[in-house]
């Protein structure tokens, strides 16, 4: 009866070092599924901090909502702990961002400035100063008309030349 005990002991013993080594086994493996989570955490944010890099030097190079979030992301890789899953991206204000680009799309297009109708139609009438600026402006709104409604490639000389050319009709 002794015996009997003792040998259920001894493979209650067995039992729990089995249960110990399945334990040490499932902790390495989380372990080594850290290290692979931590190495592809960092890989995405340096990915991430190189898209916002050339980001804010080619399209967007006045962007102070761009230059504050790279900050941050660079003191984010430069912290010597492990890397953590980072919440910058949701700290970036977005419509401080699209304010930027709206800003940087309203002085790219300040570079070729548009003309109001009625400076076209002033400058028409230097050219032909017998004409009213009513008669100007209807052979204008033609022109635009025919030009599928815009002025898209339209120079102030053929505009000019239309008119002075529909007044001869």
Not at 91 to 101: A, G, N, P, R
Not at 103 to 123: A, F, H, N, W, Y
């Amino acid at each position: 009866m002794l015996a009997q005990k003792e040998i259920e002991h001894f493979e209650a013993i067995a039992d729990i070092h089995r249960e110990n080594r399945d334990l040490e086994s499932q902790l390495l493996k989380a372990r080594e599924d850290k290290v692979q989570l931590q190495q592809t955490i960092k890989s995405t944010m340096e990915r991430h901090h190189d898209f916002m890099q050339f980001v804010a030097e080619n399209i967007l190079p006045n962007s102070e909502t761009l230059s504050r979030h790279l900050s941050k992301l660079t003191m984010e890789s430069d912290q010597e702990q492990e890397p953590a899953v980072s919440s910058s991206h949701k700290d970036i204000d977005y419509q401080s961002l699209l304010k930027d680009v709206e800003t940087m799309k309203q002085e790219t297009e300040g570079k070729k400035p548009k003309r109001s109708l009625d400076s076209i139609v002033e400058e028409v009438k230097k050219h032909i100063p017998n004409s009213s600026y009513d008669e100007i402006l209807s052979q204008i709104r033609q022109l635009q008309l025919q030009n599928n409604g815009t002025f898209k490639g339209l120079t102030i000389r053929s505009i000019i030349d239309y008119v002075l050319t529909s007044q001869d009709s």
